[in-house]
């Protein structure tokens, strides 16, 4: 049985910083490709980052330069720092995990495994 359990959300003030964290289990962890995306109040889940196998990571425009996305294998964590929060990044964050790479496409976003979710607001 996998398990991505989140943590990590709150509420913050405009310029603030939190990181969230998504700690796997029920399956070898470093042998799938991880990410973090968000969806706000009437809007379509999107993609935020993602960390794939060898390491490498990609990051969405909208936030690159104040996001930065890591894992630690020994911890079967995954880990998304968030800073110089914007009220436009409230959201509910999700964790997804899948061998292929979670991703989105035409609306919708794809990814076999799925954590509940942990809420962001920035105001």
């Known amino acids: 049985h996998v398990q991505l359990v989140e943590s990590g959300g709150g509420s913050v003030q405009a310029g603030g910083s939190l990181r969230l964290s998504c700690t796997a289990s029920g399956y070898t962890y470093s042998t799938y490709c991880m990410g973090w995306f968000r969806q706000a109040p009437g809007k379509q889940r999107e993609g935020v980052a993602r960390?794939?196998?060898?390491?490498?990571?990609s990051i969405a425009d909208s936030v690159l330069g104040r996001f930065t996305i890591s894992k630690d294998n020994a911890k079967n964590t995954l880990y998304l720092q968030m800073n110089s929060l914007k009220p436009e990044d409230t959201a509910m964050y999700y964790c997804?995990?899948?061998?292929?790479?979670?991703?989105?496409?035409?609306?919708?976003?794809?990814?076999?495994?799925w954590g509940q979710g942990t809420q962001v607001t920035v105001s």
């Open positions: 960390s794939v196998r060898g390491g490498s990571t």
């Open positions: 997804a995990a899948d061998g292929n790479c979670p991703y989105c496409s035409g609306g919708g976003c794809y990814g076999r495994h």
